[in-house]
């Protein structure tokens, strides 16, 4: 069988993503346009300012993806089309969905409606050849802070999940307390290399309890608390050595999970995606996890791309999954689950 090509279209939240991917893991062009000048001003994604932009720059993409995959007639050239359906902003989600349906109507192509947490796994599975069924993988993002044991591709089981903030949330509230520039996850990675991890003893969430589940928001009050402080005494804020204390009581939650999970499960095959994959001082502990065989994507596979929303439909599209017309984006759409 010749390799089917892909063309993945990701537009859940505020970054719009074009890809086209040859079988499961060649990747002929994919370009990413994001919106952080469009919503810094507001400290946040502003829904409605997202829609409009994806629907502003999803075509000429497309048209820049086909040039450089040299794709000259889609509809000869192409086998699928795979689009993000949920969860994700609905605005935001109905102009790559709307897109999609109407190519694949025109081009009489299979469509594939990909959940977008399920793009997150299939970053990893994309990106290393090796990693196999069944492992488990922490997805670390902006909206979400799930491990999940993948026991085949497509057939998932939610092992535990956040409580209330997501893990990258946490770190966007951290920043804006800390007044750094948006969007915050990546500043205070950055700030963080310079601090004293040892400079305020943050607590690890969750550490103590023997539950498969995350919890980011009392420690993002502890940061608050140690931020008012500082401003009532009128002293300097400690940005750096705020930003490393946080990180480490961030990241010593998420592994301590990851730790639990492999026990109970017995498995020891971990990959990580999301976001906050992208992070280096998880990046850095989690090559030190000795006993786990860790697999962490490219950083611009981490943050949202379609290249793993092709990923994962091209898969889907191989095990004989297919959507018709009538799909329609879902904001809260759960991981399919066999
Ligand atoms: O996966 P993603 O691009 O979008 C969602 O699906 O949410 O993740 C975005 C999140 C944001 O919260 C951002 O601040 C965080 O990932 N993030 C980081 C880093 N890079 C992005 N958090 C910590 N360290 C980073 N280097
Ligand atoms: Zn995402």
Not at 21 to 26: A, K, P, S, T
Not at 68 to 75: H, Q
Not at 257 to 272: E, F, H, N, P
Request: aromatic share 6%; glycine share 10%.
């Amino acid at each position: 069988m010749t390799e089917g090509m892909t063309l993945g279209i990701e537009t859940s939240c505020d970054d719009t993503g074009v890809c086209v991917l040859r079988g499961q893991r060649e990747e002929l062009a994919s370009r990413i346009a994001g919106q952080n000048a469009d919503h810094a001003p507001f400290g946040g994604v502003v829904p409605e300012r997202a829609s409009r932009r994806h629907q502003e720059v999803l075509l000429p993409l497309l048209q820049e993806v086909f040039a450089e995959a040299g794709v000259n007639n889609p509809a000869r050239e192409l086998d699928l089309i795979a689009v993000t359906a949920g969860p994700g902003l609905m605005g935001s989600l109905l102009t790559g969905v709307m897109c999609a349906k109407g190519l694949a109507q025109a081009w009489e192509l299979p469509l594939i409606g990909v959940n977008h947490l399920e793009g997150h796994i299939f970053a990893n599975v994309t990106a290393f050849p090796e990693l196999t069924p069944p492992f488990l993988s922490l997805i670390a993002s902006g909206g979400h802070t799930e491990l999940v044991l993948v026991r085949a591709l497509g057939d998932y089981r939610v092992l535990g999940r956040t409580r209330d903030d997501a893990v990258g949330e946490a770190y966007d509230k951290v920043a804006k307390l800390l007044d750094l520039d948006y969007p915050g996850g990546p500043e205070v990675d950055r700030l963080a290399g310079s601090g004293d991890p040892g400079s305020f003893a943050f607590p690890v969430p969750m550490k103590n309890s023997d539950e498969i589940a995350f919890s980011f928001s009392g420690l993002k009050t502890a940061v608050l608390w140690v931020v008012r402080a500082c401003r009532q005494a009128g002293a300097d804020l400690p940005g750096a050595d705020i930003c490393a204390a946080f990180q480490h009581a961030a990241v010593s939650a998420l592994l301590a999970k990851i730790r639990l999970a492999a026990r109970r499960t017995g498995v020891s095959r971990v990959a990580v995606s999301g976001g906050v994959a992208a992070n280096s001082e998880l990046r850095r502990r989690m090559a030190l996890l000795d006993d786990l065989e860790t697999y962490l994507p490219p950083r611009g596979l981490c943050t949202d791309n379609a290249t793993m929303i092709a990923a994962a439909g091209y898969s889907a599209w191989r095990r004989g999954v297919r959507s018709d017309l009538s799909l329609a984006p879902d904001p809260s759409l759960p991981l399919p689950l066999l």
